[in-house]
């Protein structure tokens, strides 16, 4: 009982300490917060390429409310000679890039044994989604593997998932998946040594689907075939390629049927996010600056996560594809600085539920590219994912924010180094926070010297590794804002400074600022902050 009361009691110092930092400046717009780090275990795991990005098929005639934004960024014309290009994703090493899309369930695919004519994408407003089938030929394949080669990208496929199927006028196919086309391209690809990550079925044809739609029931059986198919081609090499699936907006009711239905025989499940509405919305930047607009997408996540481990499934979730705002964006906002805050908010929210993966729609292409469709120089995102993908480990830590409700607060194990890495986001247009970090549950203690214990006597706390006592304890930080204060502008700051590639081409280093571990984080108002926390050691972590 005595402890019992000695808990409460520190319990309650907490909170006073707690509230006693959280008050308000108004003369300076300042706000203190405190951010709360439970270390004794992750509550999620990411894939260490966590980070991943898509291409598309949409030739140039793709226009959305009358702006035509995909220039030559389809699978099928993009500049693979382009240095920039080149340099933006070797930067990763590696980047997960899907191919795929909603054109992608209409193309077919040259192959040695395919006899009708290789033809283009073109526009035909009384067919499927506007265009006429289209074909990839083989010579273009293999220029995409050798810049695949080149950057270091681990590759996932979309293959068609209507070959063979009827349209109904109800918006339904039906029949079975014809897989002998995608198996003659997929012989051709193990023939030519390319490398897969993996194969993934259809676009969007999960739940009422968009455009059309496949019953749960038929689809888990087309990715058993999809799985056997892959199994058979290769067999005589050391690994496989993933099995993936649906690709499309998360039904649950659907993806219950589905998961249930395949059980080992897919091994990720995809889904697609653009909960922002059209891209045509003039009220975009208010959703994205709107925490409680944000949190909406939590439910998904939850459910998804739900769905997986009352099923048999083994399958892990990827987010597949999330561009934000459907119909291929909106110029000067999906491709400009505001877009990081939903974005970094949207990785470090399916973090926390468990998602493997998260590719964005896309990384070059409409108005949501990482990169500009024109030039490939980065746009603010691509920054704020390389960031993400050097910083984040794999392992997510539970953390919550006790202040102003415009800061959203996201930590991880470092990656590739010792201690966290702190991401905080700061919707607030005026407020400038100071927050300090305290890891709760857990102690704290300076590491001495002193006689190895048994193990049978060793605590499992949080170690602060102190360097000698003249030596102050540094951490690094990383604060990005938008260039002249402009949520709408496309060049994004690191520490005051400019991020631009160099004349040859080259992305830019992406140094930190140190700073007094003592010190609480200062996040301005419209900044995100990554701050890399070397000096704690947390059982999560190690």
């Not at 068609?160 to 006028?169: W, Y």
């Not at 360097?467 to 709408?488: C, F, P, S, V």
């Amino acid at each position: 009982m005595g402890f019992l009361f000695l808990q409460m009691g520190f319990c309650i110092w907490v909170c006073l300490c707690a509230l006693c930092f959280i008050s308000v400046n108004s003369e300076s717009g300042t706000v203190g917060g405190i951010v709360f780090i439970e270390g004794k275990s992750a509550i999620g795991r990411t894939d260490t390429d966590f980070i991943c990005a898509t291409l598309d098929w949409w030739p140039p005639e793709k226009c959305d409310y009358g702006t035509c934004s995909w220039g030559h960024a389809s699978l099928l014309n993009l500049d693979l000679s382009n240095n920039i290009f080149l340099n933006a994703v070797k930067a990763f090493s590696p980047l997960k890039i899907r191919l795929g899309g909603t054109l992608q369930d209409k193309v077919i695919y040259e192959t040695e044994d395919q006899r009708q004519p290789c033809l283009q994408f073109s526009k035909n407003t009384s067919e499927l989604f506007s265009f006429t089938e289209g074909c990839l030929p083989l010579s273009r394949w293999d220029e995409l593997n050798n810049f695949f080669n080149k950057s270091g990208a681990r590759v996932i496929f979309g293959l068609n998932a209507l070959n063979g199927r009827s349209l109904q006028p109800d918006g339904s196919a039906v029949g079975a998946w014809d897989s002998t086309n995608a198996e003659s391209f997929m012989r051709y690809t193990v023939k030519k040594d390319y490398s897969i990550y993996g194969w993934e079925l259809g676009n969007e044809l999960s739940g009422s689907g968009v455009g059309v739609r496949v019953a749960a029931d038929q689809y888990a059986t087309d990715t058993i075939s999809l799985q056997k198919v892959v199994q058979d081609i290769y067999k005589s090499n050391e690994t496989r390629p993933l099995t993936i699936g649906p690709g499309g907006f998360f039904d649950a009711n659907w993806f219950k049927e589905f998961a249930d239905k395949t059980t080992n025989s897919v091994d990720v499940l995809t889904h697609h996010i653009y909960n922002l509405g059209p891209g045509v919305d003039e009220h975009l930047v208010e959703k994205i600056v709107d925490p409680s607009y944000l949190d909406g997408e939590a439910d998904t996540f939850s459910k998804l996560q739900s769905t997986l481990k009352s099923s048999t499934t083994s399958a892990t979730a990827w987010v597949g594809e999330a561009g934000g705002a459907y119909n291929s964006g909106h110029d000067l906002v999906t491709n400009a600085f505001v877009f990081s805050f939903w974005y970094l908010d949207q990785l470090g929210m399916a973090s926390t539920y468990d998602t493997k993966t998260y590719c964005r729609q896309t990384l070059v292409g409409g108005n949501y590219g990482l990169l500009n469709t024109t030039t490939f120089v980065p746009n603010p995102d691509y920054y704020s994912a390389l960031l993400w993908h050097r910083l984040m480990g794999e392992n997510v830590l539970s953390t919550n924010f006790s202040g102003t409700k415009k800061i959203r607060a996201y930590a991880h194990c470092a990656k590739h180094s010792q201690g966290i890495t702190l991401l905080l986001i700061n919707l607030d247009n005026t407020t400038t926070v100071e927050a300090k970090v305290n890891f709760n549950g857990t102690r704290i203690l300076r590491q001495q010297r002193h006689k190895h214990r048994s193990r049978g006597h060793r605590e499992k706390v949080v170690r602060v590794h102190q360097q000698q006592k003249k030596i102050e304890r540094m951490r690094e930080e990383y604060h990005l804002t938008a260039k002249d204060g402009n949520l709408h502008s496309q060049i994004m700051l690191l520490n005051g400074e400019i991020l631009t590639v160099n004349s040859t081409g080259h992305i830019p280093p992406l140094v930190p600022v140190k700073v007094n571990s003592s010190e609480p984080i200062t996040v301005a108002p419209f900044s995100i902050v990554f701050s890399h926390i070397p000096n704690v050691v947390l059982p999560a972590c190690r």
